[in-house]
């Protein structure tokens, strides 16, 4: 089995800062892509950030310049650092992975269950 567990989620003001983490445990061989995805009420659920095995990041246009992704390899964990937060961020937000859980599988997409954030104005 694999996990993904979020943290970091909560309650800021308008033009604050937070962290979300996310850790992916289990039966892993190797993961390539990880990223967050984050829905708000009403809305579909949409890419915010990810980043390749390599480092390589892309970013949605509505948070390039105050939202940053990175990835600890070694601890399989991924993160993503959220500054001059708007209330429009107000979402929860989804750790996604692309991984394979033995060399002859093919790569699958685990998700967590996700980690509400809330900017209030």
Excluded at 9 to 23: D, F, I, K, P, T
Excluded at 45 to 73: C, H, M, P, Q
């Amino acid at each position: 089995q694999v996990q993904l567990v979020e943290s970091g989620g909560g309650l800021v003001q308008n033009g604050g800062s937070l962290r979300l983490s996310c850790a992916a445990s289990g039966t892993i061989f190797r993961i390539n892509a990880m990223g967050w995805y984050r829905q708000a009420a009403g809305k579909q659920r949409e890419l915010v950030a990810s980043i390749s095995s390599g480092g390589d990041t892309n970013y949605a246009d509505s948070v390039k310049g105050r939202f940053t992704i990175s990835r600890d390899n070694a601890e399989n964990t991924v993160y993503l650092r959220m500054n001059s937060l708007k209330p429009e961020d107000t979402a929860v937000y989804y750790c996604n992975a692309h991984l394979t859980r033995n060399w002859f599988e093919a790569a699958m997409a685990y998700w967590g269950k996700g980690t509400l954030v809330t900017v209030s104005s």
